[in-house]
């Protein structure tokens, strides 16, 4: 469990997911928050943006994760302040009923930076060690329940399509015939098409998207 | 050619626009990476790393060669940074260099506690004992938290990766070496040099290659379950020789002279003409690219502490290489082909790569720490000249501008912003998705 061990870092999908998150939150002018449906997702945002609020009250054991990362415990966005910037990590199918709280504590204009998982995000080691969501909201569905409630979508990426599985899995083939110089080349092409353009027809890990919640 | 004094002093001047800003909660020195393994382009808080261990010795070297007392401040300062970003359980903050932002870094926490042990031996050495303590104080107690306690592997007697994975990885193994033997001379005692540096090292002779060819010298990248991951990284082999001169020098033994004499042969043969190292050596191919431009300092460092053996090197080629490196910004930059990677073919006369105009704090201090050694001694070094840098260059075969001045580095392309770091802040507060290449 990652919260017990301050060491452990997650899959480079995730890596890439939460950076993005820490570089969109931070440039943030005014209020930004965050709301997490597990603590893996709190540790990892945490460590990013320390002084960073939560919609929610946060369980005592992210406090304590904090803690052991040299982080003071956290608080959330306080009262009826309207945030400038929401991020919303990987919400599960049940929680698209946060969504109305979503749209009240977001500014008229703000943005909501949403992970989603797709099709391909059941084959990553936090999903299957059950420290990411079980029951992801499906990309593709949460941003058609999103686009008719009120948001626009803005910009959207995808991380870990089918081209870079394919690379891994011909590195590992080089690999599995002692052609090590090739296997470096194909995890390079790898990294390289690690970032692809969003469709929700199209398999990937995770989706990054920016919605624009509307007057 | 500049004279090396300029060079460091202008080196030393960037170094310092790459700190946090004052009043942020993480000091140091912070900034991209671009590395073999991965980038970190994002996160470009202040790094707790191995960049440590080449700032503190710079400083001290210019400190000690100077004669100029305000080559200590620098030095401190870092040091204090270092006390302050340790964590409860002994690690250090975001010190994972190009993984950040997590702890527990190897080698970097090493590096970092090397940096730590040489500010505390340097302070006690002019009799400042109460200011050094601090310092030692924080080494010893990450290198028992995590090293000894939780990567020592007693049954392979050498120090792992990973708590939790038999490894073996001997240029960071050899960092930590160096580590233990600076606490030995704190501590006044050979305990730690011969439970547990001895060792490690023996095992790392293991995965080094003897037999004549390509790969005579050649040290392993690293081992995972017993097995030997067959890689051979000229800069990593260079990083092996200081712990193994050290070895030389505590026992006396031949055998970790003429291994670390072996390791710099396999350096000096894959040296070209240019004073450039290829990237990787298998046992039958090689992948040049990227080839490292200011780690260069490391191997210069390393063949320095083999020359009073006789021990002999062509140096002359690879420090021109080094110097050539600095921008007009005073950063040296990492290295040339990193748009290679994949194809591993280079056309000197293109555009370079986006990433092979970014200064590195984390690879700049290897050069630093070297040059500072060859300014002139008792010589104050001249004031720094510092010009901003505006290099074309390209992005996935997009033609683009790199950008630095004492206060952002940016990318642009076509008017548009694809990279803004303003110096000093913990994240980018532009990274375009095709700039996101980790």
Redesign the interface.
């Known amino acids: 469990m990652i919260l017990a061990d301050?060491?452990r870092?997650p899959g480079?999908v995730y890596?890439?997911a939460f950076?993005?998150l820490?570089?969109q939150l931070?440039?943030t002018s005014g209020h930004a928050a965050a709301l997490v449906s597990t603590l893996f997702h709190g540790v990892e945002l945490m460590?990013?943006l320390?002084?960073l609020p939560f919609l929610e009250p946060l369980p005592p054991e992210l406090i304590r994760g904090g803690?052991?990362?040299?982080v003071s415990p956290l608080h959330t966005l306080a009262g009826e302040t309207e945030a400038a910037a929401l991020a919303w990590l990987e919400p599960r199918r049940a929680d698209a009923a946060q969504m109305p709280t979503i749209r009240q504590r977001l500014q008229p204009g703000g943005l909501l930076y949403l992970l989603a998982a797709g099709p391909l995000a059941r084959f990553l080691a936090e999903r299957q060690q059950n420290e990411a969501a079980g029951d992801p909201w499906p990309a593709a569905e949460a941003l058609t329940t999103l686009t008719a409630a009120g948001f626009r979508l803005q910009s959207a990426?995808a991380l870990h399509g089918l081209e870079a599985v394919a690379w891994h899995c011909l590195g590992e083939g080089c690999a599995r015939l002692g052609q090590?110089?090739w296997r470096?080349?194909a995890h390079?092409?790898m990294?390289?098409a690690?970032?692809t353009p969003f469709s929700p027809y199209r398999p990937f890990a995770i989706a990054c998207l920016t919605l624009e919640r509307l007057p | 050619m500049k004279q090396i004094a300029q060079v460091v002093a202008n080196l030393a001047a960037w170094l310092e626009t790459m700190r946090a800003a004052p009043g942020s909660?993480a000091q140091g020195y912070g900034g991209p990476v671009v590395h073999w393994w991965?980038n970190c382009l994002?996160?470009t808080g202040a790094g707790l790393d191995w960049r440590y261990e080449g700032i503190i010795s710079g400083y001290l070297t210019l400190w000690q060669r100077t004669g100029e007392n305000r080559w200590l401040a620098p030095a401190r300062c870092a040091g204090d940074e270092l006390v302050k970003?340790q964590?409860?359980?002994g690690?250090f903050?975001d010190s994972?260099f190009e993984?950040n932002?997590?702890?527990?870094g190897t080698p970097h926490e090493a590096a970092a506690d090397l940096g730590l042990l040489r500010l505390a031996l340097a302070l006690r050495d002019v009799g400042n004992e109460s200011a050094a303590t601090p310092y030692a104080a924080a080494a010893m107690r990450n290198l028992e938290a995590y090293f000894l306690n939780r990567l020592w592997d007693p049954t392979a007697q050498s120090f792992r990766d990973h708590?939790d994975m038999p490894s073996l990885v001997p240029n960071k193994a050899c960092t930590l070496v160096e580590a233990l033997f600076a606490a030995a001379c704190w501590q006044g005692t050979e305990e730690w040099i011969t439970c547990y540096g001895l060792p490690t090292l023996e095992s790392v002779l293991q995965l080094q290659v003897m037999a004549p060819g390509w790969l005579y010298g050649a040290i392993a990248q690293n081992q995972i379950r017993g097995q030997v991951?067959?890689?051979y990284f000229p800069y990593y082999n260079a990083r092996c020789i200081p712990a193994l001169r050290l070895a030389y020098d505590h026992t006396g033994q031949e055998h970790w002279l003429a291994s670390a004499a072996a390791a710099l042969a396999f350096i000096q043969y894959h040296l070209d003409d240019e004073g450039r190292l290829p990237q990787?050596v298998?046992r039958r191919?090689?992948?040049r690219y990227p080839q490292w431009i200011a780690p260069l300092g490391d191997v210069l460092r390393a063949a320095d502490l083999l020359a009073p053996y006789g021990v002999s090197f062509t140096g002359e080629p690879v420090v021109a290489a080094l110097l050539a490196g600095q921008q007009p910004g005073g950063g040296i930059v990492t290295g040339r082909g990193f748009g290679s990677?994949?194809?591993?073919r280079f056309r000197s006369q293109a555009e370079p790569d986006f990433r092979d105009c970014i200064p590195v704090a984390g690879w700049a201090d290897k050069a630093f720490a070297y040059l500072a050694g060859r300014v002139p001694p008792d010589q104050p070094l001249p004031p720094p000249q510092l010009q901003p840098v505006k290099q074309p260059c390209r992005l996935?075969h997009r033609a683009a501008i790199w950008q630095e001045t004492e206060t952002r580095m940016s990318l642009l392309a076509n008017g548009q912003t694809l990279y803004h770091w303003q110096k000093g802040?913990?994240?980018?507060?532009?990274?375009a998705?095709?700039v996101?290449?980790?």
């Open positions: 301050p060491l870092r480079l890596q890439y950076d993005w820490a570089v931070s440039a460590r990013r320390s002084a803690l052991a990362l040299g990426f090590r110089h470096d080349r390079f092409a990294r390289r690690f970032v | 909660a991965q994002s996160f970003g964590l409860p359980g690690n903050r994972t993984l932002p997590y702890p527990g708590p991951v067959e890689a990787v298998y191919d090689l992948n990677q994949i194809s591993q996935r802040q913990p994240w980018a507060a532009v990274v998705p095709e996101m290449w980790k």
